[in-house]
């Protein structure tokens, strides 16, 4: 079964620094990885999704970089601001779960002014 | 605005009662999901379906009910056999098939047993 792990589970930055997130799957033989954002008590929004045959996605400040030999994704946020501090979630979509997703428990972040 | 609908915000449920979330999407989308959050963890699946009238079990099914009658509609009925439904629940949706599924979530229903 896909294990998702996120670490570090929290992390604080002052504002204009690079923000790095992990995400690490057990399971390489996935069609995508996408990633989320969680502001308290509210829902998900989809940042970015790569494709199982992409190596990185790009959005304006965020690139995400996809390697699935070692089961690693990463999240890249440059020059962090206050409005970026929420909970990231990663979720990783099998091959034969038919767009089920397996998330991670999020990295919490705070940057600070 | 195209999007996913859930309500309500905030459920408080009693004891052995029976209570529904509502999820209506105006995506076109074929697939929707039932996932629950419970603090510190990642979402955990506990229905999905992928077309009208039909539906699995996910990963955390027991206690739990859906239907699908209609695509735009996927209401979750937390049953009395559910021991400790107090959490967060997040209802999604995405296409049928492989490659580009970008699943997109509603904002969720807080559900406290009282």
């Known amino acids: 079964k896909q294990e998702v792990t996120q670490i570090p589970a929290a992390l604080s930055v002052p504002e204009g620094e690079n923000l790095v997130l992990n995400c690490s799957f057990t399971?390489?033989?996935?069609?995508?990885l996408q990633w989320f954002r969680q502001d308290p008590g509210k829902g998900l929004t989809s940042l970015l999704l790569?494709?199982?045959?992409?190596r990185e996605q790009t959005s304006g400040r965020l690139n995400a970089s996809l390697d699935k030999s070692s089961g690693r994704s990463t999240l890249y946020i440059a020059a962090s601001q206050p409005g970026d501090s929420a909970t990231y979630l990663c979720?990783?979509?099998?091959?034969?779960?038919?767009?089920?997703?397996?998330f991670g428990a999020g990295t919490q972040v705070v940057v600070t002014p | 605005d195209g999007g996913i609908t859930q309500s309500p915000k905030y459920l408080f449920r009693k004891e052995g009662q029976n209570v529904t979330l509502s999820c209506e999407q105006n995506?076109?989308?074929?697939?929707m999901y039932w996932y629950r959050q419970d603090p510190g963890q990642g979402l955990r699946l506990i229905y999905y379906?992928?077309?009208?009238?039909?539906?699995q079990k996910g990963d955390i099914a027991e206690g739990y009910s859906v239907s699908r009658e209609k695509k735009e509609s996927f209401p979750l009925t937390v049953t009395s056999a559910q021991k400790n439904p107090t959490a967060f629940y997040l209802c999604?949706?995405?296409?049928?098939?492989?490659?580009?599924?970008?699943?997109?979530f509603g904002q969720g229903t807080r559900l406290t047993v009282v």
């Open positions: 999604a949706s995405s296409i049928v098939g492989a490659g580009n599924t970008e699943a997109f």
């Open positions: 399971d390489s033989a996935i069609y995508n």
């Open positions: 790569i494709q199982s045959s992409q």
């Open positions: 979720a990783a979509q099998g091959s034969d779960s038919w767009g089920k997703l397996q």
């Open positions: 995506l076109n989308h074929d697939a």
């Open positions: 379906s992928q077309i009208v009238n039909d539906f």
